[in-house]
C-alpha cells in the first residue's frame, strides 16, 4: 500500500485511521510533509484528505458560516462572506506565512497542528467559533477554547478530524487582528483579535498560553466603558493575568506579558469608533 | 535544564523511600513509562515516551544509583537513546527526603535534563512547560499509591 492514502470520504478515512494507529490525517500537509522531511514525525501512512468531497469552501449554513476543513488559507484571506465582526478571521488568514504556504495550508490542519502562536486560534476564539469533529462515533463540535486542551493538545481522538469550524453569521461591527512578529509571516510572538460588540468588545490573545486568552467576565466588567482608559487599562490586566507565555525565540515570556495590555488596548482602539 | 520541586506526603520517611526503590510502582506512577526494571542493586532500566504535539520520542534509560543514603537522599544519573533515532535524554538528579512528623515526609528534588533531538524542535521554554506537568502529574499519583500503601499496610 501506498504511504499516502486518499480516501474518497470522512466516513472511508475515519476508519482507516481507526484501524491504522500509526496513520496521520494530512490535509494541506504544508507542516505535516515538513516535519516528515525533517524527520520530526513518524507514521505508517498519510490519509490524505485532498479527495474527500465538501470538505472544501466556505458557506451559509442556517445561522452560521461553515468554513471546510480543506478550505485553504488563501481563499479564506480573499472570501467576502467573512466581513464585518469575522473580518479578523480574514485578515488573520492573510497574515500566514507566505503566498505560497497559504496556497497550500488550510484552515483544519492549522487548526489540527493547534500551535498557540498561530494565527486562527485567537481570531476563532474572538468569534466564538466551534471546530466540528467527525470520528468513529459520529460528528461532534467543540468550542475553540475548550478544543484546545494544552500546549499542542487538542480533543482530538484516534480517528478524528477536523471537518469544519462554525461561526455565527457576520454582523456589521468592524473587527481586528493584530499580530507582532519578528518579520512578516512568522509566528506571532503575541497576538490580538478584537471585535466590536453592542456596548462593548470581545478579545482574544495568541500566543501567550497553550490556548487563546479571552476573559468573557472581564468582556462584560469594560462593556459600557469603552471610553475610559482605567478600564481599558484593567481589561489588558485581567487578560494579563491569564497569560502563561513561553521563553522561546520570538521573546520572553516577561516581554510577552508586558505587550498584552498595550496590544490589548491598541486593538480596541482600532475597533472604536472615533468619539 | 534545570527543574525542582518540593511535595509532602502523608506516609513516613521509610515507606516514601520504598517506593522510591520500587521499580514496579515507580514504572506505574511516572507518566508515560511503559516498563521499568531493576537490573542490580545500582543500576535500573526503564522505557520512556514523551510526547508534545505531533512529536514523539522513546527513551531507553539506563538509571545509575550513584550514591545514597537510605532513608534520607539519592543521587542518580540517567541516561538513554531513541533506538536508531538521534534523540537523547541524560539527567542528574538528587532527592532527599525529610521526616517532618511520624506520618508526613518532605520530598525534595531536583534534575539537571538534557535532551537533545526531535524534541528539542520545541525549544526549552516549552519543554520546561512540559517537564512541569509531567511532575506535577507524576507527584499526583505516587503521592496517592505510597499514601494508599501506607493506609492499608
Known sequence: MNFVVSPKSVDEAVNFLVEHPEARPMSGGASLVAMKNARLIDASHFVSLANIDGLRGIGRVGDSLRIGGMTRHSDIATCDLLKGDLEMIRLAAGQIANSVIRNMGTMGGAIGNADPAADYLPVLACADGEVEITGPDGVRRLPVLDYVLDWYETALELGEIVTAVFLPSPKEARSVYRKLARTPGDYATASVACCAVDQGVRVAVGACGPRPLRSREAEATLAGKMHDVDAIAEFGQALRELADPLDDVRGSSQYRLQLIPRMVSAAIADVMEPV | ?153
Open chain 2, 1 to 153: 535544564m534545570q527543574l525542582d520541586g518540593t511535595f509532602t506526603i502523608a506516609a513516613s520517611r521509610l515507606q516514601v523511600w520504598e517506593a522510591i526503590r520500587d521499580p514496579g510502582l515507580m514504572a506505574r506512577c511516572i507518566p508515560g513509562c511503559e516498563a521499568a526494571e531493576k537490573i542490580s542493586e545500582d543500576r535500573y532500566h526503564a522505557l520512556i515516551g514523551i510526547k508534545i504535539g505531533p512529536i514523539s520520542a522513546k527513551f531507553n534509560l539506563v538509571i545509575d544509583v550513584e550514591e545514597e543514603a537510605a532513608p534520607e537522599s539519592i543521587r542518580s544519573k540517567a541516561s538513554g537513546e531513541e533506538g536508531s533515532r538521534a534523540s537523547m535524554l541524560t539527567a542528574r538528579n538528587f532527592l532527599s527526603l525529610m521526616e517532618i512528623e511520624s506520618n508526613l515526609t518532605e520530598v525534595s528534588w531536583s534534575s539537571d535534563v538534557n535532551v537533545t533531538g526531535r524534541l528539542g524542535k520545541y525549544g526549552l521554554g516549552l519543554m520546561k512547560k512540559k517537564a512541569k506537568s509531567l511532575s506535577d502529574e507524576f507527584v499526583t499519583v505516587f503521592a496517592k499509591r505510597v499514601e494508599t500503601g501506607a493506609v492499608t499496610s
